[in-house]
Nanobody, 129 residues
């Protein structure tokens, strides 16, 4: 069982930055691939970024590539999402998710196609224009 708690959301002006954190419970955090998703009002939840269990590989949605950076600190059981050059359309509730690594196929498909094993409760990010 993994429990995820996001923090770091808030109100920021367009062009500004925020850094989200997701703290995980349990001693097996380093075994999980981690991802960030977001859901804007009236829209479906969408994938934002993911990182492999060892931090060696990352993957981003086209909409955030070059502006957002996902990272992790396995010693602190935490995954981060650094968000720069924020836009109004980045406004959403941001969720982190944990997934056991896939045994076959692309590692990121557990976030793009399947469902991760665990989800956090979300943190609100509001970007004012």
């Amino acid at each position: 069982q993994v429990q995820l708690v996001e923090s770091g959301g808030g109100l920021v002006q367009a062009g500004g930055s925020l850094k989200l954190s997701c703290a995980a419970s349990g001693r097996t955090f380093s075994s999980y691939d981690m991802g960030w998703f977001r859901q804007a009002p009236g829209k479906e939840r969408e994938f934002v970024a993911a990182i492999r269990w060892n931090g060696g590989t990352t993957y981003y949605a086209d909409s955030v590539k070059g502006r957002f950076t996902i990272s992790r600190d396995n010693a602190k059981n935490t995954v981060f999402l650094q968000m720069n050059s924020l836009k109004f359309e980045d406004t959403a509730v941001y969720y982190c998710a944990a997934a056991l690594p896939r045994r076959t196929g692309r590692w990121v498909d557990v976030f793009l196609v399947s469902n991760p094993n665990y989800w956090g409760q979300g943190t609100q990010v509001t970007v004012s224009s």
